[in-house]
């Protein structure tokens, strides 16, 4: 596309990603994203040159479960500033209830999950349907796969051995301290031992690989405060204590339209007990997954 279309943009791309015009669909959304690129269909698009206005959310797939059952979407547009009006909102199963999208910018609206109206415990699965409509545009359709799980108990959760570091917060992001630890009871506790006054990034993850990367694709990851949205951590004088972290197989993105973060490559596992980076990384083989 880039080679016969030089003008186009990342943004030109989602705009087209998102309006359905580049894929084909193979499968659920949770598990095949956008569908499979269509060579054909994306160079046509690319050199007929009509950009459409979309809209995008975030999240783009809401998972609820017996102790998440309400999720706000935010809305956005490309082109950035063009108008885009909700006509219609099809919740897509009786379980869902959505909430009248608002009338400020950006748009959101709240999608609310009731279990009292499912038979038991399973996985359900919904599309929530959004309708929209550009100024002088036919009216489009964003389509958001919802999901709600009931009857797993929390106590069960597990998504394998954790890495635990703290990472310097200049641009080197030299992994300075490191804990391994194991999930007990749905959850992975940690703590660091005389850690020196400063910011810090707070990380975790799983090396699936074994190749000293946490959070690469396919591997859980973690990211304080939100994964994919990392923020310093102040640590002073005192101790610090309660901080959580949600751990995820989901690929982190970095805008509302679903965006990978380009660039980004994992966090290093730490070299040696005083050491901080080169050398082979501090782990055991994991020989059962």
């Not at 269509?38 to 040159?49: E, F, H, K, S």
């Not at 109206?117 to 100024?135: F, K, N, P, S, W």
């Not at 310097?168 to 006054?197: C, H, I």
């Not at 951590?233 to 901080?243: A, H, M």
Request: hydrophobic fraction near 35%; aromatic fraction near 8%.
């Amino acid at each position: 596309m880039k080679a016969e279309v030089p003008t186009i943009t990342p943004a030109g791309f989602q705009s087209f990603l998102v309006n359905g015009d580049l894929t084909d669909d193979v499968g659920p959304a949770f598990e095949y994203g956008a569908g499979q690129i269509n060579a054909l269909a994306a160079m046509d698009a690319a050199l007929d040159g009509n950009f459409p206005i979309t809209l995008g959310s975030s999240p783009t797939a809401i998972q609820f479960n017996a102790a998440v059952l309400s999720e706000q979407l935010v809305f956005s547009t490309y082109p950035e500033g063009e108008s885009v009006t909700i006509t219609d909102v099809d919740p897509g199963a009786p379980w869902l209830d959505v909430s009248e999208p608002s009338d400020a910018r950006p748009l959101s609206l709240t999608v609310t999950a009731d279990p009292t109206q499912l038979g038991g415990d399973g996985r359900y699965m919904a599309t929530l349907v959004i309708t929209y409509q550009a100024d002088g545009a036919p009216a489009a359709t964003l389509m958001i796969p919802v999901s709600l799980s009931l009857g797993s108990s929390s106590d069960e959760r597990n998504a394998g051995r954790h890495y635990v570091l703290l990472v310097s917060a200049d641009d080197e992001r030299d992994t300075l301290e490191q804990a391994v630890v194991s999930a007990s009871r749905g959850r992975y506790e940690f703590a660091f031992d005389e850690v020196e006054a400063g910011e810090y990034f707070l990380v975790a993850g799983s090396d699936m690989d074994n190749n000293g990367l946490i959070c690469e694709n396919g591997e859980a990851c973690a990211e304080y405060p939100v994964n994919g949205l990392p923020e310093k951590i102040v640590i002073g004088e005192e101790p610090v204590g309660g901080v959580r972290l949600s751990t995820s197989f989901r690929r982190p993105t970095i805008t509302s339209l679903g965006l990978p973060r380009v660039g980004f490559e994992g966090y290093r596992l730490r070299s040696g007990p005083k050491s901080k980076t080169g050398g082979e990384p501090i782990r055991n083989v994991e020989s059962t997954r």
